[in-house]
Structure formats: structure tokens, C-alpha cells
């Protein structure tokens, strides 16, 4: 009678708790993560595409290695179910570190050009834009029954910014406006900026607020439309 050999059971890979860059493209790439996103995609992307935007979203912020694993997931799947690529705060879609009740989560940010394609993809808007106006512009504008802005830019280039606006206008001739003058905005920014935890640990960080100012501003207001 010949013994029977007992094998041992397949080893089972942990979970991974702890993001670090040389496990995420494996952890992003693992079937069961590419799965998620798959199901949530429209057909013009693919997971691959998705998770290689994420991985460059995640060496762009290092900080988004500190969260929790699936929450960098959920943000990759909120982008998918839009058809939005990550692309950073001035484009379509971001992943942002952001601390909630003591531990880090990666948060899904829709950036400036993603409202403006969400918005087009309703097939009901015809224009939607956003503009900063200088000292020395010619600026006219009337909000109420009868929305609009006069706006005629002037010869200096870098002038001070004196006002944001955006104006968005319907096929069917439907048009809406939205004007702040700077201190609204300066307001809305130390208030609201996702990223004041990393401001406030490193004096010499700078974000989008303080290196792309005027384009942050314009993405402001187009959200402030899209509502």
C-alpha cells in the first residue's frame, strides 16, 4: 500500500495595509483591484490606462502612499464612472491626501477641465468659460433678470487680478453668470483648499493655489456653475 504524500495548502498573499512605491503598481495592477475599475469604465477607457494615470497621480504626490490602500481604489473607481482621466488639479480629475478622523484618505477631486466636459456632455450647454479680469480691463456686468458681461482685456499682461467670472450659455439660449471680486476668492481659497494640512507642516510647500493661482480660480467658478 503506497502512503499518501500530504501537501501543503498554497500560502495565501497578505493585504497589503501600507501603500510604499514599490508595492503600488502591484497592488493597483493585482486582478482584484483592476476588476473594480473595469466595471466601472465606459468603453473609450481601459484599467490599465486608469491605473497607469494613478501611479503618475501618485509619484506627482507622495503623499497619497500614506493612505489607506482602498481608498486610492474608490478614488480610481469615482473617476472611472465618470469617464474622467486623473490628470491633475487643472485637468480633468486628481486624487488628493486629505486626513479624516486621524487617518489618511485619498480623496477624488473633479478638476477644471472635467467640469467643463461633464457639462458638454449633457448636450445642452454651448459655451462655458472662465476669466480672470486685471486692472485695467474694461469690465461691465449686470446679474439678475438678464444676465451678462461686458469684458474687454487691457495692455498689461500681468496686472493685479480684480474679479473671476464664469459664464455659461444653453442651446436653447438659456445664460447664467457668476462674478467674484478677488477678496471672495482669496476667502474661498484660505478656507477651503484641500491640501492647508500640508501647507500648515512645511512652510515651503506650495500647491496649485500658490503656483497656478489665476487657472484655480477659473476652476472655481466653472464649479460653482456646475452646480
Not at 5 to 11: I, M, S, V
Not at 187 to 209: E, I
Request: charged residues 25%; hydrophobic residues 35%.
Amino acid at each position: 500500500m503506497t502512503a499518501a504524500t500530504a501537501t501543503a495548502p498554497a500560502a495565501k498573499a497578505k493585504p497589503i495595509t501600507k501603500l510604499t512605491e514599490s508595492n503600488v503598481g502591484g497592488f493597483l495592477f493585482s486582478d482584484a483591484v483592476k476588476k473594480q475599475i473595469a466595471l466601472a469604465l465606459p468603453k473609450h477607457l481601459t484599467p490599465e490606462r486608469m491605473i497607469r494615470m494613478a501611479l503618475t497621480t501618485v509619484r506627482r504626490t507622495p503623499k497619497l502612499l500614506e493612505c489607506e490602500p482602498m481608498t486610492l481604489v474608490a478614488g480610481i473607481v469615482q473617476a472611472s464612472e465618470l469617464g474622467l482621466e486623473l490628470s491633475g488639479p487643472l485637468g480633468q480629475a486628481y486624487l488628493i491626501p486629505r486626513k479624516n478622523h486621524g487617518r489618511m484618505e485619498a480623496t477624488f477631486q473633479i478638476g477644471y477641465r472635467g467640469y467643463l466636459k461633464l457639462a458638454y456632455n449633457t448636450g445642452l450647454v454651448s459655451t462655458f468659460n472662465a476669466r480672470a479680469v486685471r486692472e485695467g480691463d474694461h469690465f461691465d456686468y449686470s446679474l439678475g433678470t438678464e444676465n451678462s458681461i461686458i469684458h474687454q482685456i487691457g495692455n498689461v499682461k500681468d496686472a493685479k487680478i480684480q474679479y473671476f467670472y464664469s459664464v455659461l450659455k444653453l442651446r436653447d439660449g438659456g445664460v447664467d453668470c457668476e462674478v467674484w471680486p478677488i477678496t471672495r476668492m482669496e476667502s474661498h481659497r484660505d478656507r477651503f483648499r484641500s491640501d492647508s494640512f500640508l501647507k500648515n507642516r512645511d512652510k515651503n510647500y506650495q500647491g496649485p493655489w500658490d503656483t497656478d493661482f489665476e487657472p484655480m480660480g477659473n476652476k472655481t467658478m466653472i464649479r460653482e456653475l456646475a452646480k
